[in-house]
């Protein structure tokens, strides 16, 4: 089955640019969405197909990909992007939903 | 403004049938745009899908599951419902539904619901 890999954790100071890495093969032509959610709280989706923002997103969250893995990049973050974040892609091969093991990012 | 309320029992003896429903309010179940889907999350643990479900009935599932769940959909109640059997204290978790967009087949979640936890305990 599909597989999608991402970072257990990462931290940047505040003001700085976070990059959550997702690695899956041929990934590219997959269309990759990232949610973040937040402790106590139900995800919310921050990117979709691959670089697209649903409206009420920062433009800080950005989304993009280079061989075999997709990025969420967050510019200037904010105390208040502290979260979880995962990534997800539909499988149309085997008609399976998948999502990466997801990434806590930690603002310090 | 669409929303998503899961409902159903918090708590599941072992061995028992977990059932929760999806009510969809502020827009249609009825709709070729959308799937519907189902997606839980053990207590410190990441997010695992469950299964989707289309407004026809169209069902697509977890392979690690598949033989336990059920997804159905009522579209004059515009709700959809999971089953599922035989549970285990592995089976503990918060549960989700969302919606999911039809982009060449069931794609990204949004939105979501707030999710309920269900616990499985004798």
């Known amino acids: 089955s599909y597989v999608l890999t991402q970072p257990p954790s990462v931290s940047v100071a505040p003001g700085k640019t976070a990059r959550i890495t997702c690695g899956g093969n041929?990934?590219?032509?997959?269309?990759v969405h990232w949610h973040q959610q937040k402790p106590g709280q139900a995800p919310v989706l921050v990117i979709y197909?691959?670089?697209d923002r649903p409206s009420g997103i920062p433009e800080r969250f950005s989304g993009s990909y280079s061989g075999n893995t997709a990025t969420l990049t967050i510019s200037g973050v904010e105390a208040g992007d502290e979260a979880d974040y995962y990534c997800?892609?539909?499988?149309?091969?085997?008609?399976?939903?998948?999502f990466g093991g997801g990434t806590k990012l930690t603002v310090l | 403004h669409l929303q998503l309320q899961e409902s159903g029992p918090r708590l599941v003896k072992p061995s028992e049938t977990l059932s929760l429903t999806c009510t969809v309010s502020g827009g249609s179940i009825n709709s070729q745009s959308y799937y519907w889907g189902w997606i839980r999350q053990p207590p410190g643990k990441g997010l695992e899908w469950i299964g989707t479900i289309f407004y026809n009935g169209i069902t697509y599932y977890n392979p690690s599951l598949k033989s336990r769940v059920t997804i159905s959909v009522d579209t004059s109640k515009n709700h959809f419902s999971l089953k599922l059997n035989s549970v285990t204290a592995a089976d503990t978790a918060v549960y989700y539904c969302?919606?999911?967009?039809?982009?060449?087949?069931?794609?990204?979640?949004?939105?979501w619901g707030q999710g309920t936890l269900v616990t499985v305990s004798s």
């Open positions: 969302a919606r999911q967009t039809n982009d060449y087949g069931p794609n990204w979640f949004d939105p």
């Open positions: 197909r691959d670089s």
């Open positions: 997800q892609v539909w499988d149309r091969s085997s008609y399976h939903v998948v």
């Open positions: 041929n990934i590219g032509g997959k269309s």
